[in-house]
């Protein structure tokens, strides 16, 4: 599996099926993200894998919900190209230990490899420094899992100290943390992500979620460079990995577009190096577990 190509960011959702609080969840799904209002099925992104040559991926929570993680473990479970799940639980609960407990021991448990808080939809851009926060994530730590780092600019400076202060959990800081690459900024982006991969041992860095954060009509691979440069200058080719977040990604471009836009950053690279990035780091961050056995 270590020489596998593995999709380590991707979503699911159906949002005209949800009701109560997870329907309200998809709410963003509107005005510019309007055309990926709809269903989003293993079914549907099987065909893209294939042509690309992924054959495996990472699904990873849109709500924090307890009933989609439940239900993208059942889907783990039930799909060959699903190698892990980053699902959601209420970190503030003091009952948080006994939650991942029940969701490993239910069905497809043994498929749920992360935790992931939407900490972008916080009023508070330290949220995760929270008393009660930490102590959930220490119950993730605990539990053997990775927590996934979702943010942009405002929340690198909590993820610096939360990564310096817990150096038993491994992060994975999704989206390079979405640097403005629409409008070519670099700073303070470039100085936080040095700060937070000087934490090297224990935290990841995805290459996903790029051309959202370009221009979405007129981006070109170049646009991007500079970007995946200082996230490879800093943690280094052993903490990146390769990542589609599709579908979101559609509103910029097709699943193609992405690998190849990565392609390019990586031309440079030996085929070592882009097998690290495209797939050992995942399974190293992660600790995937192998394909499921006797399929």
């Known amino acids: ?87 959601w639980v209420d970190l503030t609960d003091p009952a948080v230990r006994d939650t991942l407990a029940r969701l490993r021991d239910g069905p497809g448990g043994r498929w749920l490899v992360g935790v992931r808080h939407l900490l972008q939809d916080e009023a508070d851009p330290a949220w995760i420094l929270r008393p009660d926060v930490r102590s959930g994530l220490q119950a993730v730590a605990e539990a053997g899992l990775v927590y996934d780092l979702l943010g942009d600019t405002r929340h690198l400076p909590a993820m610096v100290r ?80 390769f990542g589609t977040d599709w579908p979101v990604c559609l509103v910029a471009g097709s699943y193609r577009d992405v690998v190849a836009a990565l392609g390019v950053a990586l031309a440079d690279l030996d085929a070592v190096e882009r097998a690290r990035i495209m797939g050992g780091s995942a399974v190293e961050a992660y600790r995937l577990p192998h394909h499921h056995p006797g399929r």
């Not at 646009?223 to 990995?241: I, K, Q, W």
């Open 1 to 87: 599996m270590t020489n596998a190509i593995i999709d380590a960011h991707q979503h699911f959702w159906d949002p005209d099926a949800a009701v109560g609080s997870d329907a309200r969840g998809h709410d963003w799904l509107s005005g510019r993200f309007q055309p990926i209002r709809r269903r989003f099925s293993p079914e549907e992104l099987r065909p893209a894998l294939e042509a690309d040559g992924v054959s495996a991926t990472i699904l990873v929570q849109t709500l924090n919900s307890l009933d989609e993680t439940r239900e993208f473990l059942r889907i783990a479970e039930a799909t060959d190209f699903v190698a892990g799940v980053v699902g």
């Open 162 to 241: 939360i990564a310096a202060e817990m150096p038993h959990l491994r992060f994975v800081l999704d989206h390079i943390a979405k640097p403005d690459i629409a409008g070519q900024v670099m700073e303070p982006w470039r100085g936080l992500v040095t700060q937070l991969a000087a934490q090297r041992e224990h935290v990841w860095c995805k290459l996903s979620g790029l051309i959202t954060e370009a221009d979405w009509t007129q981006w070109k691979p170049a646009d991007l460079l500079p970007y995946v440069e200082h996230a490879l200058s800093e943690f280094g080719v052993a903490r990146c990995m």
